[in-house]
Nanobody, 121 residues
Framework: QVQLVESGGGLVQPGGSLRLSCAAS????????MGWYRQNPGKERELVAT???????NYADSVKGRFAISRDNAANTFYLQMNSLKPEDTAVYYC???????????????WGQGTQVTVSS
């Protein structure tokens, strides 16, 4: 079983920064995809940023230039650095990873439980 645990959320003023972490644990052969999503009540879950096993990154237009996704392969951890935060960034943020649990096993998508980010003055 694979578990993803987020940390780093909280309350921050507009213009401030937060760094979210997502640590994967369990039976991990490889992590082939990592991503961050966010969701506010009444809205659909939004893809924020992704990073592939090769290090290629993509971002939603709303966060380009402000957010950065990265990974630490040795620690099975990936991050979302959020700068110049705006009130509209307020959401529950979820990490996601496609994990292969063993050689020859089918990849599966796993989700973290979510961490609240609130941007308010």
């Amino acid at each position: 079983q694979v578990q993803l645990v987020e940390s780093g959320g909280g309350l921050v003023q507009p213009g401030g920064s937060l760094r979210l972490s997502c640590a994967a644990s369990g039976s991990i052969f490889s992590i082939n995809f990592m991503g961050w999503y966010r969701q506010n009540p009444g809205k659909e879950r939004e893809l924020v940023a992704t990073i592939t096993s090769g290090g290629n990154t993509n971002y939603a237009d709303s966060v380009k230039g402000r957010f950065a996704i990265s990974r630490d392969n040795a620690a099975n951890t990936f991050y979302l650095q959020m700068n110049s935060l705006k009130p509209e960034d307020t959401a529950v943020y979820y990490c996601n990873a496609i994990v292969q649990t063993g050689w020859g096993k089918v990849d599966r998508r796993y989700w973290g439980q979510g961490t609240q980010v609130t941007v308010s003055s």
